[in-house]
């Protein structure tokens, strides 16, 4: 079997973007969160979006909620929820999907 390099971009994400984890382990609360991400890992491995792209979309809508770690707010969507319309919008603009 062969073994898939990380990408330190993916993996060393920080800030409002970093990935949720738990003692290492990426987290995931439902099978929707574990493809989303897997999607945009696959597409940006194609070649399809730069990772940075889609890096400032998912930092834009987790701004967007106005949700900050002093303000959680019970209401905001998700960390995957705005991985998802980041995602989203990445591939929007790269013309992969429409808007």
Avoid at 8 to 21: D, H, K, N, Q, Y
Avoid at 46 to 62: N, Y
């Amino acid at each position: 079997m062969t073994e898939r390099a990380t990408n330190s971009a993916i993996a060393e994400m920080t800030g409002a973007a970093a990935l949720p984890r738990k003692s290492g382990e990426l987290v995931f609360h439902d099978d929707w969160e574990r493809r989303a991400f897997a999607i945009a890992v696959a597409l940006c491995e194609q070649g399809q979006f730069d990772w940075e792209d889609f890096r400032d979309e998912l930092i834009a809508a987790i701004a967007a909620s106005g949700e900050t770690p002093e303000s959680p707010n019970p209401d905001a969507p998700g960390y995957y929820e705005h991985w998802l319309a980041g995602l989203e919008r990445t591939l929007a603009r790269k013309g992969l999907i429409e808007a």
